[in-house]
């Protein structure tokens, strides 16, 4: 198909954040933040107009009784069991480098209303900066929560894949920094494949919570061209488990509203009018 | 070891597989859960930050919303009156002429301001995407307000505030208004109700699980809005005059009023556990003392007993009942914004709402 994309496998993440200093320095965005969350190491928090890849940490604690305790965490109380015994481990830190998902169906394109962001001939999504008014409509249409408005520019910006990269030939920033290939960049079709014997290997491995995020979807959002290997169900990593695509309101709310008009505009008519 | 299964046998015992340690050499690299399956229990969250990003949109857009309801439903109202041809609703058809004008010159101010690069207004009309409902509301704003131009022009010149340009009040004289009426009502009950379609079909859990009410909603208040709008505009005239365009106004009012909390009742069992904003904290507050309370039940109920006492209906009376009407329909379309920015900051809100929906 000729469609590149990434997938980032989550089992060989250090956590180093080269993605994040990568994906800043060639896209020449601003630092941000200076704040230290205390959530662990993430200090980014979440992706942003100006923060293309942000790395997510999570640590899971082995609790006395053996299950897996997640209680250091706000809204977990009372949470058991889960996945099994962390395969084995007294500790897992789980590590993400997040990015747009470049959705096959992408909420955020199909709510631009001045044809900013397109699907480039590489198949991602992509913001022209230089038609982009700043509505704001594709921040809140993103299932994911990805795409941001610059305040200061004010236009809409995230991720992307380093058009301006792949247009000579070399992989995106991210992809290139990263010390464990953990961000792989390549065509769509053989990332998935390699993903999938990934996915295989890890379970023989006895990492049986191995699963792919975002390959052979059948939600409407589709297939994501930038997918992930994952050990954990996709709400630990603030990733949606159901994504849908906002646009498939459209036509039932019209419809609603064509109802709705009809009897308001008779009823109103028989209100207003008086026989002679 | 690879293990081939076919696609039929590959969810076979489903996610409880995973939840054990693997069985050497018999999984595959399809068995998977897919998004689109269940994950059993609860969903977790990462530590309780937001999944979404919310609008931006602040008082600018609330403005502009109300505008545009009260746009549409003044422009309906004076389209019916204008067929029916009373002559002493004449005052009401002005009225619903210059109002709607009025709007649709001061809504594209607003919408303006709140662009990111303002100067980049035009490139709404770059293209038409029917998927996009902020694209086919800016069409639909710019026709509404191509024909309230024309309609009030038309007034103009009947009311003879062109006979400094004689060619131009000849014209516009000339125009067919009822052609252009007929149109324009079309596009303002489009632009009274988009807004809320525009909402829900975003990622935000209670707006798009409100998807066949908002527009609805919006729709409702816009006219109730609209119609209260014209009766204050025409109480603060020669009131005896009016009495019986006002009365029926009246009529007109009711039924959308209590359209409108016909269609808020609904909205609560659809909504479930999402609608926690509308009804808790400073936003429940605002909803239910200043739309419903207010905005809705007193002037419905100051009507009701009114007329139950055969009174005739009184200027203060009407004043009053149109204010309050005006005011809940601002506060509206503020709690919807509002309760919006706290939905889309609820992490738990997103996977309540995914997990309900087809995906």
């Known amino acids: ?33 200076y704040q230290m969350t205390g959530h662990s190491y993430d200090n980014t928090t979440a992706l942003s107009s100006t923060t293309w890849r942000h790395v997510a940490f999570v640590e899971q604690k082995r609790s006395v009784d053996g299950k897996t305790s997640l209680a250091d965490r ?152 930038a997918f992930f290997l994952l050990t954990e169900r996709p709400s630990v990593y603030n990733l949606p488990e159901r994504p849908h695509l906002p646009q498939n309101n459209v036509l039932p709310g019209f419809v609603a509203s064509a109802i709705t008009a009809t009897f308001l505009t008779l009823a109103t008519a028989i209100s207003l009018w008086r026989g002679r | 070891m690879n293990n081939h299964h076919d696609q039929q046998a590959q969810n076979a015992g489903g996610i409880a597989t995973l939840l054990q340690p693997a069985r050497r050499g018999t999984l595959s690299a399809t068995d998977q859960p897919r998004i689109g399956e269940q994950w059993t229990g609860q969903p977790e969250t990462y530590y309780n930050l937001p999944l979404l990003k919310k609008a931006h949109w602040g008082w600018e857009i609330i403005t502009y919303f109300f505008l545009g309801g009260v746009g549409g439903g003044s422009y309906l109202a004076a389209t019916l009156a204008d067929f029916f041809g009373l002559k002493r609703d004449q005052p009401l058809v002005r009225a619903g002429r210059y109002l709607s004008l009025a709007c649709m010159l001061a809504s594209p101010i607003f919408l303006i301001m709140d662009l990111g690069r303002p100067e980049r207004f035009h490139h709404m009309l770059r293209i038409l995407k029917f998927r996009s ?16 131009g024309l309609t009030a022009a038309h007034q103009m010149a009947k009311d003879g505030l062109l006979n400094w340009f004689p060619f131009m009040a000849r014209t516009m004289r000339a125009l067919p208004v009822k052609a252009i009426e007929s ?15 525009l909402l829900s079909s975003t990622a935000v859990p209670i707006w798009a699980r409100a998807k066949h009410l908002l527009g609805p909603l919006f729709l409702t208040s816009g006219l109730s809005t609209g119609l209260s709008a014209l009766s204050l505009i025409l109480s603060l005239g020669r009131f005896k005059g009016q009495h019986d365009t006002l009365e029926r106004l009246d009529r007109a009012e009711m039924i959308t009023t209590t359209t409108e909390l016909g269609l808020i009742v609904t909205l609560i069992p659809i909504l479930g556990p999402l609608a926690k904003p509308l009804f808790r904290g400073k936003t429940g507050i605002l909803f239910t003392i200043g739309t419903i309370g207010g905005g809705l039940l007193s002037p419905l109920l100051l009507k009701l007993g009114w007329r139950m006492n055969k009174k ?12 309050l009407t005006l005011i809940g329909g601002v506060i509206l379309r503020a709690v919807w914004i509002l309760a919006g920015r706290i939905s889309a900051d609820n992490p738990r809100d997103i996977h309540y709402y995914n997990a309900l929906e087809r995906p």
């Open chain 1, 1 to 33: 198909m000729g469609q590149k994309g990434f997938f980032t496998d989550t089992t060989l993440c250090i956590g180093c954040k080269a993605c994040e200093v990568a994906c800043k320095q060639w896209n020449r965005l601003p630092a941000d933040g």
């Open chain 1, 74 to 225: 706000p809204g977990t109380a009372g949470y058991e069991g889960g996945i099994g015994d962390l395969n084995g481990k007294t500790v897992n830190w789980l590590m993400m480098s997040d990015v747009c998902k470049h959705c096959t169906h992408a909420g955020c394109m199909e709510a631009c209303p001045t044809g900013a962001i397109i699907r480039n001939e590489f198949g991602d999504v992509y913001v022209q900066p230089d038609i982009c008014n700043g509505c704001g409509y594709c921040v809140p249409s993103c299932p994911f929560g990805v795409i941001g408005r610059n305040e200061e520019t004010g236009n809409a910006a995230k991720c992307t894949l380093c058009y301006d990269r792949q247009k000579y030939g070399i992989e995106p920033a991210c992809a290139k920094a990263c010390p464990t290939d953990s961000i792989v960049f390549g065509d769509l079709d053989e990332l998935k494949e390699k993903a999938k014997q990934r996915v295989t290997t890890l379970r023989e491995r006895n990492v049986p919570t191995a699963y792919l995020y975002g390959v052979d979807e059948d939600t409407s959002v589709g297939d994501l061209n």
């Open chain 2, 133 to 148: 409902a902020m694209s086919l509301g800016s069409w639909g704003i710019t026709f509404f307000g191509l024909c309230c």
């Open chain 2, 183 to 197: 149109i324009g009502a079309l596009f303002g009950l489009f632009v009274a109700s988009y807004t809320g379609v």
């Open chain 2, 312 to 323: 005739a209906t009184s200027r203060s009376l009407t004043i009053s009942a149109s204010l």
